[in-house]
């Protein structure tokens, strides 16, 4: 199983980025996906997920309304649209089976991409 995470980078605070997740080694399109992210100092935070055929969906209550999750799986491909960011959202962020996966930072290592929102 590989899932590499990408498309971080710096952006002002009010910006937009687009992630991308490309899966490897399993069945993508009969899993759940989710997007999970790790502040500095802070827990691993489940921020969204996403059924098999991209109609279910799930937003923490901090992300609702600014980002979109979305799933090619022809591409083996999870996608996170994040839009009116704050500095609150800088955190590595890094993708994950299943509905409500593993926190525990030892499952994330070296996979994910960082997002640093600030002027």
């Known amino acids: 199983v590989q899932l590499q995470a990408s498309g971080g980078g710096l952006v002002q605070p009010g910006g937009s980025l687009r992630l991308s997740c490309a899966a490897s080694?399993?069945?993508?399109?009969?899993?759940?996906m989710t997007w999970v992210r790790q502040a500095p100092g802070k827990a691993l935070e489940r921020v969204s997920s996403?059924?098999?055929?991209?109609?279910?969906?799930y937003y923490a209550d901090s992300v609702k309304g600014r980002f979109i999750i979305s799933r090619d799986n022809a591409k083996k491909t999870l996608y996170l649209q994040m839009n009116s960011l704050s500095s609150e959202d800088t955190a590595v962020y890094y993708c994950a089976r299943g509905w409500v996966p593993s926190l525990d930072p030892d499952d994330y290592r070296g996979q994910g991409t960082l997002v640093t929102v600030s002027s």
């Open positions: 080694g399993f069945a993508f399109s009969g899993n759940y």
């Open positions: 996403i059924g098999r055929d991209g109609y279910l969906t």
